[in-house]
């Protein structure tokens, strides 16, 4: 069924598989697609057929956040943006069905934290996860700086947020970033087999499973400092210079201003 130019939705049987299908532009997250993913997860959460959710890119996962768009962004503009993302990171972090990232290409940036809101995150060999912002000056602003700490722990967060430095689908097995890693042709089966198997278990006993682990590590307050955070990035001229630095191809020079 189709579902818009840039993402997609596909179902088998008990699986959902929603796919982000604009590969010349590496599945890049702008506005329209935002939304459009929080209508598409709307709708398997409503459909009672659908028992598991698979989310996967062509090509690649997505490379993040339009940086285009971000552009032009003022403060408030950045803030709006910035909860739109936490909606739909939200939304599948709490949605009753289990939600399985399949992961090929890159994952960075806001890529990255709609695969940290997942249950399950496999991975194929060529998959490459990153936090970059700070390259843009900026910061996560998905959840990032709270899901990717609770994931994988504060040192190596710290790591990866600090330094925008990009991991190897090895590595992010290592440290507990992907569950396990795949060669690319077995992606998708292993994907469908481990959403199947999850869709044969009780729906009830899952939800309450999730909503209990959920509960355990609350990040409201958190993701509010987050989105702040973000926010105030817009404002400084080092949010200026890594994005025009981005878009001219070059090596940014910060000022700490």
Not at 45 to 55: C, G, K, M, P, S
Not at 89 to 98: A, G, H, L, S
Not at 161 to 190: F, H, P, Q, Y
Not at 194 to 221: C, D
Request: hydrophobic share 40%; with cysteine.
């Amino acid at each position: 069924m189709g579902t818009g130019e840039k993402i997609r939705l596909e179902k088998k049987k008990e699986i959902g598989i929603i796919i982000l299908d604009n590969p010349e532009f590496l599945n890049v997250l702008d506005t329209q697609s935002i939304k459009k993913l929080g209508d598409l997860l709307i709708e398997l959460e409503n459909d009672r057929q659908t028992r598991a959710v698979i989310i996967t890119g062509s090509k690649n996962f997505s490379a993040g956040a339009d940086i285009k768009e971000l552009k032009d962004k003022d403060p408030e503009q950045a803030e709006v943006f910035s909860r739109l993302g936490h909606a739909v990171c939200d939304q599948i972090e709490n949605m009753d069905k289990p939600v399985i990232a399949a992961v090929r290409g890159y994952a960075l940036g806001g890529g990255c934290e709609v695969a940290l809101a997942c249950d399950i995150r496999i991975a194929s060999e060529n998959a490459k996860f990153g936090q970059p912002e700070v390259n843009l000056g900026l910061i996560a602003g998905f959840g990032g700086t709270q899901r990717l700490t609770r994931l994988i722990g504060i040192g190596k967060a710290k790591e990866m947020i600090l330094t925008g430095k990009t991991i190897d689908a090895r590595e992010a097995a290592s440290i507990g970033l992907a569950n396990s890693v795949v060669n690319d042709e077995e992606l998708m089966e292993r994907a469908e087999e481990t959403a199947y198997m999850l869709a044969q278990k009780s729906p009830i006993s899952i939800g309450f499973a999730k909503r209990l682990i959920n509960e355990n590590q609350k990040l409201e307050r958190q993701l509010e400092i987050e989105t702040a955070s973000f926010s105030e990035c817009f404002a400084t001229e080092d949010h200026r210079e890594g994005i025009s630095a981005f878009l001219e191809k070059r090596k940014p020079t910060f000022k700490g201003v």
